[in-house]
Structure formats: structure tokens, C-alpha cells
């Protein structure tokens, strides 16, 4: 491994001196996309969410992120941004809003955004997007970076998919409250008799039945 520029003599932190490197024109790209259900692209398009026009929102925090990136890491150096732009393209084969930023200025150091260069003199340059799924009907294996409707096959690996398959077991359904309790819950010694009913199964079956979990015992 190559000299660890970011950090000193001491082995402490440091911002790289570029005072003798020479001015010139730079310019970064960073791509990534957001899957989402087909129904929230319809709002999308439409501006019918309830926050309203996301892209134009998205579009003003995207610039105002890059103007602030060398507040958000430490050890970047503050540059005179010449041109920010972001662009949206909405699919739909995948379902999903693609975005590009483009960064330029002019000075001795660049304009990267979340880029990563692996010791080939900058040959291969890879961006990073990380995305938190607060979608319904989209589910992400971060580990991968995979993406997919509900209910639709992935393509995670399978010893994913098997490890998040949940075993059946002995649920207390109350049918008058609509909800489902451990057998040892203290609501259960407490539930009337015609509003009780035994359930063996697994806890995803019970919320797609419409059954919250009780708040005690937490099932």
C-alpha cells in the first residue's frame, strides 16, 4: 500500500498542501438511481405527492450539498465551484428516477463527489450513491445494492433470502382488536373467550391479514 496522503509525519490528520499544484479546468460526474413502486412514479411525474414537486426539492438540496461538501468532510479543500448540474431522468423498465450530478471550477484541486480511484492513476473511478429505502413496495439488499418490487423474485443471493425467511409459530389472535400476542403476553389471560383465537404461522402472514402486534409483548 502507497503513502497515506491525508495523514502526517505523527500519523495524524491533515488537508494535502496543493499549493504547487497548477490551476486547470476540472470537472466530476456522479450517477445513481432510486428505485421506486410504479405508483409513486405516476405521483412523480403527475407532482401529486403530498410534498410536492420532490424533483425540484431533490434538485436545490443537491446543489446546496455540493457547495457545502467540504463542510461535510473534513479534510476536502474549500473550491470556488463554477457550475452545478443535476438532472433527472424517471424510467420505466426498471421503475425508477435516475440522477446525474455534474461538478466544474477551476483550480489546483478537483471536484470529486463521493468518488473513489483505485491505485491506477485515477483509470477507474467509481461513484458511491447510498440510498435508504423509506419506499413501500420496494425492497433493497444493501449489502448488494440490488433493488426490487415486493413480492417480485430478487436476484440477492440465496442464502439472503433463506435467512430472512421467518419460522412459523404459536400466535393469540384477538379478532375484536385485531391483534396478535406471544401465548405467555399477561393480554391474553385477560382476553374474552369469543374474542380468542389460537394461529400457527408466521408473524408476516398475520400483518398481511391486517393484524398489528401487540405493544406488551412485542410478537
Request: charged share 20%; aromatic share 6%; with cysteine.
Given at each position: ?7 502526517n509525519e505523527?500519523g ?18 456522479a ?9 409513486t ?17 431533490a434538485q436545490v ?11 461535510l468532510?473534513p ?21 425508477m428516477?435516475e ?5 466544474t471550477?477551476?483550480g489546483?484541486?478537483?471536484?470529486e463527489?463521493?468518488a ?16 435508504y429505502?423509506?419506499q413501500?413496495g420496494?425492497e ?15 436476484s440477492a443471493p440465496e442464502e439472503?433470502?433463506?435467512s430472512?425467511?421467518?419460522?412459523a409459530?404459536d400466535?393469540v389472535?384477538?379478532?375484536?382488536s385485531?391483534k396478535?400476542?406471544?401465548?405467555s403476553?399477561?393480554?391474553?389471560e385477560?382476553m ?7 394461529y ?5 402472514e398475520?400483518?398481511?391479514?391486517g393484524y398489528?402486534p401487540?405493544g406488551?409483548?412485542?410478537?
Amino acid at each position: 500500500m502507497g503513502e497515506l496522503t491525508h495523514f502526517n509525519e505523527q500519523g495524524r490528520a491533515r488537508m494535502v498542501d496543493v499549493t504547487e499544484k497548477a490551476v486547470t479546468h476540472r470537472r466530476a460526474v456522479a450517477a445513481g438511481g432510486i428505485r421506486v413502486s410504479p405508483e409513486t412514479m405516476v405521483h412523480i411525474k403527475n407532482g401529486t405527492l403530498k410534498k410536492g414537486d420532490v424533483l425540484a426539492v431533490a434538485q436545490v438540496a443537491g446543489i446546496q450539498a455540493a457547495k457545502h461538501n467540504w463542510e461535510l468532510i473534513p479534510m476536502c479543500h474549500p473550491l470556488p465551484l463554477t457550475g452545478i448540474d443535476i438532472t433527472f431522468r424517471l424510467s420505466d423498465e426498471p421503475c425508477m428516477v435516475e440522477i446525474q450530478a455534474a461538478i466544474t471550477c477551476t483550480g489546483v484541486t478537483g471536484v470529486e463527489m463521493e468518488a473513489l480511484s483505485v491505485e491506477d492513476e485515477g483509470d477507474g473511478v467509481s461513484f458511491h450513491v447510498y440510498v435508504y429505502n423509506v419506499q413501500p413496495g420496494v425492497e433493497i439488499d444493501y449489502a448488494t445494492g440490488e433493488s426490487w418490487e415486493s413480492g417480485q423474485a430478487s436476484s440477492a443471493p440465496e442464502e439472503s433470502q433463506s435467512s430472512a425467511a421467518e419460522e412459523a409459530r404459536d400466535y393469540v389472535l384477538n379478532t375484536s382488536s385485531h391483534k396478535f400476542h406471544l401465548p405467555s403476553c399477561s393480554s391474553v389471560e385477560a382476553m374474552s373467550e369469543k374474542n380468542r383465537e389460537d394461529y400457527h404461522g408466521t408473524r408476516e402472514e398475520l400483518l398481511a391479514q391486517g393484524y398489528e402486534p401487540c405493544g406488551s409483548c412485542n410478537p
